[in-house]
C-alpha cells in the first residue's frame, strides 16, 4: 500500500529545493536590474542626441536579456525536476515568467528607441523629464523586487511590506504615464515619432504592471509564512 503522509526526509529535500528555487528567483532579479541599467544607459544617450551610440550600445541590452532567458530555461528545468510536493510550484514558476516578460519587455522598448533614433527627434524637455521619472521609478521597483526576493524566506512580513510598495510606485508610474500622453499629443508634431515614442511608453507602463505582477506572487508566498 502506497504511504500517504511526506517523510521526514522529504520535508528536509522539499526545504532545500525551495532555498535553490528562492535563490534563482533572486538571480533573475538581479539579472533584470542589470538588463535595466543597459536600457536606462540607452534613454541616456538618446536624450543627449547621441543617436549613433544608441544603435550600437543597443546589443548590451539584447545580450543581457539572452542571459536572463537562458537562467530562467534552468530555474523552470530544475522548479520541473524537484517541484512534486512543492506547494508553491505553480507560483514560483509564474514569477519567473513575469520576470522573464519583464526582460522581453525592456528589450522591445530599446529596439523601438534604436528605431526612434534612426528620426533623430529632439524631446522638449517636460517629455524628456516625465521619461526620466518613469525609468527612475521603473529601478526603484526592480531593486524592490530583488529586496523582496531575498527576503520571502526569510522575513516574510518585510516582504509582503514591500510587495504592497510596488504596488504604490506602480501607481505612481500610472499618472506618469497619463501625464506623458498628454504631453506627447500636445508637444510631438510628428506623426512617426508619436507613433513610436508612444509604444516605448506603453512598453514602460506595461514593465511597471509586470513587475507587481511579480511582487504579488512573492507576497501570495510570503503571507503563508507569516
Not at 8 to 23: G, H, R, T, W
Not at 47 to 52: D, G, T
Not at 79 to 90: P, T
Not at 156 to 177: C, G, R, T, V
Request: aromatic letters at 8%; hydrophobic letters at 45%.
Amino acid at each position: 500500500m502506497t504511504e500517504s503522509f511526506i517523510k521526514p526526509e522529504d520535508l528536509v529535500k522539499i526545504s532545500i529545493a525551495e532555498s535553490n528555487i528562492a535563490e534563482q528567483v533572486r538571480t533573475l532579479c538581479k539579472l533584470l536590474v542589470d538588463e535595466y541599467m543597459y536600457v536606462n544607459d540607452l534613454f541616456k544617450l538618446f536624450a543627449n542626441h547621441m543617436y549613433v551610440a544608441v544603435e550600437s550600445e543597443y546589443p548590451k541590452v539584447r545580450n543581457s536579456k539572452e542571459n536572463l532567458e537562458n537562467a530562467s530555461d534552468k530555474a523552470m528545468e530544475y522548479l520541473v525536476r524537484v517541484g512534486i510536493g512543492l506547494g508553491f510550484k505553480d507560483i514560483y514558476a509564474s514569477i519567473m515568467q513575469e520576470i522573464s516578460k519583464a526582460a522581453e519587455l525592456l528589450d522591445t522598448a530599446a529596439y523601438k528607441l534604436v528605431i526612434l533614433s534612426k528620426l533623430r527627434p529632439k524631446l522638449t524637455d517636460k517629455i524628456s523629464a516625465l521619461m526620466e521619472r518613469i525609468l527612475e521609478n521603473i529601478k526603484l521597483s526592480l531593486e524592490k523586487l530583488d529586496t523582496a526576493a531575498s527576503l520571502f524566506l526569510v522575513n516574510p512580513k518585510k516582504a509582503i511590506e514591500i510587495s504592497f510598495e510596488i504596488s504604490k510606485i506602480e501607481a505612481s508610474i500610472d499618472e506618469l504615464y497619463r501625464d506623458m500622453n498628454i504631453s506627447l499629443i500636445a508637444e510631438i508634431e510628428s506623426e512617426k515619432v508619436l507613433i513610436i515614442l508612444k509604444d516605448v511608453v506603453d512598453t514602460l507602463e506595461e514593465i511597471a504592471d509586470v513587475i507587481r505582477h511579480a511582487a504579488t506572487y512573492i507576497r501570495y508566498i510570503s503571507l503563508h509564512r507569516v
